[in-house]
């Protein structure tokens, strides 16, 4: 096996707290353990296809284990998808192998969610050796229990609607926390949960709106004149889900380029209608109930700031892993939890997925238990 002597790294798609927490365990054990130089590419993929570059050594990996979001910085940047200059777009995946080329790397560690995964996989398929970590506070990335980030928001989630509480109480008000999560649940339900959330609404379980009214109805009888309502920010009514079941049918039927084109379209305008979808959410509870309702939309505070303790252990965890994926020569696989171990998971796999909440997950089976309505 060649011996390895030079690694890159970089972090894409939407930052979140641990990241710097992971950046700092590859360092340490990639140069600090095994000698091995350490280049740190800025802005995610776009500085690979830049070559825009960092020297990780000793002394620039000091003081990151508490620091939010990415030292390296980082973008949503697709490099076989880059503007050009035309107003269209074109591939640039070349210019990332000669990038990786030029400077002799034998491995490249690619930190982020979904759509990090995407580009690895095209990376992987370039030959690139590629080790990737999961990170994303939403924690839909397949194939893996945790993400580095997930904790951290939801603590700050958490925090935010024991907050609510207080005012919602001292007003006789209905209060909507809208929570991140793209098109997952788990945040919103997991803060929902820990938070006490008398209603919880995720993208999973379409709601009726008459239902949640009729819950937040049902506190008011028992003596409990406000409620704390934590909404996903992918959630939606039955009446939008089954829009966009169709059109998600429509879009796998389409054939020609021309199909392809108006399904993408029709996606397109499906979601900017649904821009605000929680402040009408707000007037329609308002109109049902004959409470006051008003929205806090958490946004950009989850993302930010220190990372949680298991966040700063879990990116450890796994950044460490990473190196000794490398050192065995592990390529293509992203180091995933799997109760208390870590495991390899094909990139090629976690690219082709989302983790979304299961019906029958037990978090949601807690919820009702305790008596929150899911709105369905
Ligand atoms: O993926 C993390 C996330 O924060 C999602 O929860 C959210 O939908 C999205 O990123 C926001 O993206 P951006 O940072 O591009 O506004």
Not at 227 to 256: F, H, N, Y
């Amino acid at each position: 096996m060649k011996r390895i002597q030079r690694i890159g790294i970089l972090t894409a798609g939407g930052d979140s707290p641990g990241l710097n927490a992971a950046i700092r365990a590859v360092g340490k054990t990639a140069v600090g353990q095994y000698g091995w130089e350490l280049i740190g590419f800025r802005d995610g993929f776009l500085g690979m296809i830049e070559d825009h570059w960092v020297d990780l050594d000793k002394r620039g990996l000091v003081g990151m284990l508490t620091l939010g979001g990415t030292v390296l910085g980082t973008s949503r940047d697709k490099p076989h998808r880059m503007p050009s200059e035309d107003g269209g777009t074109k591939d640039m995946t070349g210019a990332i192998v000669k990038t990786y080329r030029r400077h002799k790397l034998d491995a490249l560690v690619c930190i982020g969610g979904g759509g990090t995964h995407k580009n690895a996989a095209r990376l992987v398929e370039k030959g690139l050796n590629i080790v990737s970590l999961p990170k994303t506070i939403d924690n839909d990335v397949a194939l893996t229990d945790d993400t580095i980030g997930f904790d951290t928001a939801l603590g700050i989630a958490t925090e935010v609607l024991d907050r609510l509480h207080s005012t919602a109480h001292s007003h006789h008000r209905i209060i909507i926390a809208e929570i991140m999560g793209h098109r997952a649940g788990w945040l919103a339900l997991g803060a929902g949960i820990a938070g006490g959330a008398d209603v919880i609404l995720v993208p999973e379980i379409a709601y009726d709106v008459k239902k949640v009214a009729a819950a937040i109805r049902r506190r008011s009888e028992h003596g409990s004149n406000f409620s704390i309502v934590s909404v996903a920010e992918g959630a939606m009514p039955k009446s939008d889900a089954l829009q966009l079941e169709k059109l998600l049918k429509q879009r796998d039927k389409a054939r020609t380029d021309e199909e392809r084109k108006k399904t993408k379209q029709a996606l397109a305008a499906w979601d900017k209608a649904r821009a605000g979808h929680t402040m009408r959410l707000a007037s329609q509870l308002e109109e049902l109930t004959h409470l006051e309702a008003r929205v806090t939309i958490l946004g950009y505070v989850q993302r930010g700031g220190t990372p949680s303790c298991h966040d700063r252990l879990l990116a450890t965890r796994l950044g460490t892993a990473a190196v000794e994926f490398i050192r065995a020569g592990k390529f293509g696989q992203m180091v995933a939890t799997r109760g208390d171990e870590l495991v390899g998971v094909p990139i090629s796999k976690v690219a082709k997925n989302i983790k979304t909440v299961p019906a029958d997950h037990g978090w949601i089976a807690a919820a009702r238990r305790v008596g929150t309505s899911l709105g369905d």
